[in-house]
């Protein structure tokens, strides 16, 4: 702003170079603060007690122990409570995207009267935080039997109003006349949906499939409040409970921790684009 | 749940106008029959439900009607169970707003959200800025930012309650270093809320970021052009033009945080679980511990559905902020 006299002609330029290099320290700043606690959790993990109190300045370890790792299998269900998460992740994605898909076909290729009904009622379940239902589907699934059960803790999230929005939204992208040459054809609805306009989507079918095994991945409140017996804990709930109670073990809970990472971090090294077109192409709505 | 098995019945034959087929009946097939009885009744059946089923039914079990069965309890004082109810009328909604513990995580919660958010979004919409090129080191940065977005609450939580831990963590070994007393963060009446705000930022800073990235490119070049030759500096560039062309995002991204924040629960839960004293006690905290811990289901019922009258009304308020310079 103070270099409207034209005889420093360089000083534009300095500017930049300044500008250029202060961005490039506070991005660098911004790196240290997102790896740093991820290495500090990896190598913590390796850590003894020990080690731990005495150099807690330090980020890597002055000895690698395993005993972080062994604690793991001693002190938690841990196999158990690993299948448990793939179990309840992996079958609900898997249902999620058949039953999300389906309904966006009829919602977005089908004529029929009431499909703005539907279709409000759809979104208007995505207005309706979970917490607010947890009481009464809580009271359901005890009058169901179904507590401590894997039904219990999968069909009430086997379908998500996000992934049929977004489906819908994909499908209704997909030219008309791929379904009408395929009618002429002789082909039915459900030929149609699982012939021709699945394979096309299968971009979406991506982005919904990461984005809902990561949320269940990750989720806490939903199998803590299903589930109180150990053996039906997954990792989320079974790390937070056995951490208040049974482990004491830091380098445990730390390499608990890094192992329930590691299916996420490697599906988002391979999947990166997914990803980030999931979260990219929501927010442009 | 209703709905599905009402309508079938009422749909007309669909006729899109001449030249292109009918969208929704069935094809029609050379069949041995072609008499109009058995096509009207094919055609009644609308295989749209069908097809719909599986979602409607599970939205309508596990979302819709327990909102309004949420409703319901909190009118009572409910006891998981028991035979009979008493009802209360307004009584958990007079309880609630004479109680000092839902005060109290109503204000940590507010607090929680709107410092969160600010900084997600300013912090968020600052690193696109400066990340927007696409080379192949912007791209690895872009990445790693971002990546803690995708870890979950529980994981974060627990690395920065060690990393803040006074005798073990990194923060107090460096403070240490430093020649200063190690700070107890996450016991300390003052600090803790603090510290918890700045773990839910450091998580979602690169959520906001990647949503602005996608914004920011897809504003047309020529936006810039028409403003340079108006003589605009790049500070007016990026008030009158970036700013304005990425408002849609800028509201989607603070609603999407501003509901996640309101209902923040995983990770005080796993750093603090609402201490010390409550400093952190957010709504969802007040409401896991009534309904679940202590069993005052009507109670809790109350405090869930003011909360979710505190997220519509939020949501609200942001559209009607955002919609209303629209006018250009």
Request: proline content about 5%; hydrophobic content about 50%.
């Amino acid at each position: 702003m103070s270099t409207e006299t034209g005889v420093r002609v360089r000083r534009p330029g300095a500017m930049t170079a300044l500008a250029a290099s202060s961005k490039w320290i506070l991005l660098v700043i911004g790196l240290v603060f997102a790896i740093v606690p991820f290495i500090w959790m990896v190598s913590g993990s390796f850590r003894s007690e020990s080690d731990l109190f005495g150099n807690p300045a330090s980020l890597f370890p002055t000895s690698i122990t395993l005993h972080g790792y062994l604690g793991v299998w001693e002190q938690l269900p841990f196999l158990r409570l690993l299948g448990n998460t793939f179990l309840f992740a992996g079958v609900t994605t898997a249902a999620t995207l058949l039953f999300d898909s389906l309904c966006a076909y009829a919602l977005a290729r089908l004529k029929f009267r009431g499909r703005n009904l539907a279709f409000i009622l759809v979104i208007a379940t995505l207005m309706v935080p979970f917490q607010v239902t947890l009481i009464p589907v809580f009271i359901e699934l005890f009058h169901f039997g179904w507590l401590n059960t894997y039904q219990g803790l999968i069909v009430p999230r086997a379908t998500s109003a996000f992934g049929i929005f977004l489906f819908r939204q994909f499908f209704i992208s997909i030219p008309t006349e791929l379904d009408e040459a395929a009618r002429i054809d002789g082909a039915g609805h459900f030929r149609i949906y699982w012939r021709i306009i699945l394979p096309l989507a299968k971009p979406a079918i991506a982005t919904v499939a990461i984005l809902n095994f990561m949320n269940l991945w990750n989720d806490l409140l939903w199998p803590l409040v299903v589930t109180s017996d150990p053996n039906m804990l997954t990792l989320p709930a079974g790390l937070t409970l056995f951490g208040g109670q049974h482990v004491t073990d830091h380098a445990v809970l730390l390499a608990g921790a890094t192992i329930s990472l590691i299916p996420i971090a490697v599906a988002f090294f391979f999947a990166q684009k997914y990803f980030v077109a999931g979260v990219a192409t929501t927010g442009l709505k | 749940m209703s709905t599905h098995t009402t309508e079938p019945a009422l749909s007309r034959p669909a006729r899109d106008g001449a030249g292109s087929l009918p969208r929704n009946a069935e094809p029609v097939r050379p069949g041995p029959r072609g008499d109009g009885s058995t096509r009207r009744r094919r055609r009644r059946f609308q295989p749209a439900w069908l097809f719909m089923a599986p979602s409607l039914i599970i939205l309508g079990v596990f979302v819709l009607f327990p909102i309004l069965q949420t409703l319901y309890y909190s009118f009572f004082d409910w006891t998981i169970g028991a035979s009979t109810q008493t009802f209360l009328g307004f009584g958990n909604y007079i309880k609630l707003f004479q109680d000092p513990q839902f005060w109290n995580a109503l204000g940590v919660t507010l607090v929680f959200t709107a410092f969160a958010v600010a900084l997600q979004i300013t912090l968020g919409f600052g690193s696109a800025l400066m990340l927007l090129k696409d080379n192949l080191i912007t791209r690895i940065v872009r990445s790693v930012y971002f990546f803690p977005t995708i870890v979950s609450f529980v994981t974060i939580g627990l690395v920065w309650k060690f990393l803040l831990d006074p005798s073990i963590g990194l923060v107090g070994g460096l403070t240490q270093l430093l020649g200063l007393q190690p700070v107890a963060w996450l016991t300390s009446t003052s600090l803790a809320l603090p510290s918890v705000i700045f773990v839910a930022v450091w998580r979602s800073v690169g959520f906001a970021m990647i949503l602005f990235v996608a914004a920011l490119k897809a504003v047309p070049a020529e936006r810039y052009e028409a403003g340079r030759l108006d003589g605009a500096n790049n500070r007016q560039l990026t008030l009158h033009i970036t700013i304005p062309s990425v408002r849609p995002t800028l509201l989607f991204a603070t609603m999407i945080l501003t509901i996640q924040s309101l209902q923040v629960f995983d990770l005080v839960y796993v750093m603090t679980d609402g201490g010390p004293v409550f400093r952190t006690d957010s709504l969802v905290n007040l409401i896991y511990r009534d309904g679940f811990v202590n069993y005052q289901t009507g109670y809790a019922s109350a405090v869930s559905w003011v909360l979710f009258a505190l997220i519509m009304l939020l949501s609200l308020l942001q559209l009607r902020l955002f919609r209303y310079n629209d006018v250009d």
